[in-house]
């Protein structure tokens, strides 16, 4: 399986305010994706994070609230930017190998935001 | 488009016993994955089994299986001899062709009593 880290682990950060959350694949990983999980509900997917290229983005979320990079095959940031308290979530990044139908996506620890 | 239902919020099993948790699916492509993760407290996300639309048999992996009928549409999981750390949410989820997203159901939570 895939390894994958992600920092700070958690966070508690002021209204208005920005965020970056890195996200660290081994090298089996090719896809890299952002979710957002808001508080008792399942996973959203924010957008799928592309080398060297814009992130392609879900609908409902858009690149000025969440900037995305992914400068290299296995390291990713995620932005929450001008965060109001409903950013409050766990933001987690997954890797892919394969980019298939059959690909198992694993998932990193996730990082839980708290926005007062 | 691809849909996970899970209709089960919360179920509370005896230790030790088999547990089957429901997932149903709703797609109209001929080619997909069908996955089951679990989720403690900390709130990473465990990945415990897969299940291609191709596959005959049903995957097993260790205590968990996933009972696949196709026909129906449904993924159910089942866990063998339940634990105390099995206690947690747990999302079916499908891959969404390409590039391998995946949608994720409602969850179910799991409680197991001693």
């Known amino acids: 399986s895939a390894v994958i880290s992600q920092k700070p682990s958690r966070d508690i950060c002021q209204r208005g305010t920005s965020l970056t959350i890195q996200c660290q694949v081994d090298s089996q990983v090719t896809m890299m994706f952002w979710y957002r999980q808001q508080p008792g509900q399942s996973l959203t997917l924010i957008a799928t994070?592309?080398?060297?290229?814009?992130?392609?983005?879900e609908s409902g979320f858009v690149i000025d609230k969440f900037p995305i990079s992914r400068p290299n095959l296995t390291f990713s940031t995620l932005t929450v930017s001008n965060m109001s308290p409903e950013d409050s979530s766990i933001y987690l990044c997954?890797?892919?190998?394969?980019?298939?139908?059959?690909?198992?996506?694993?998932f990193g620890p996730g990082t839980r935001l708290t926005v007062l | 488009a691809q849909k996970i239902t899970q209709t089960q919020p919360g179920m509370f099993v005896q230790e030790k016993e088999a547990v089957t948790l429901d997932c149903t699916y709703d797609t109209s492509d001929q080619s997909y994955g069908l996955f089951w993760y679990k989720q403690p407290s900390s709130g990473e996300m465990i990945f415990l089994i897969y299940?291609?639309?191709?596959?005959?048999q049903n995957a097993t992996e260790g205590r968990y299986s996933l009972n696949f009928q196709k026909a129906r549409k449904s993924a159910n999981l089942v866990i063998s001899a339940s634990q105390l750390g099995d206690s947690a949410m747990y999302f079916c989820a499908m891959s969404d062709p390409p590039p391998s997203k995946i949608i994720f159901g409602s969850g179910t939570r799991l409680s197991i009593r001693p």
């Open positions: 997954s890797g892919g190998t394969s980019g298939g139908i059959t690909d198992t996506q694993y």
């Open positions: 299940q291609g639309s191709y596959d005959e």
């Open positions: 994070a592309n080398q060297g290229s814009e992130a392609t983005y």
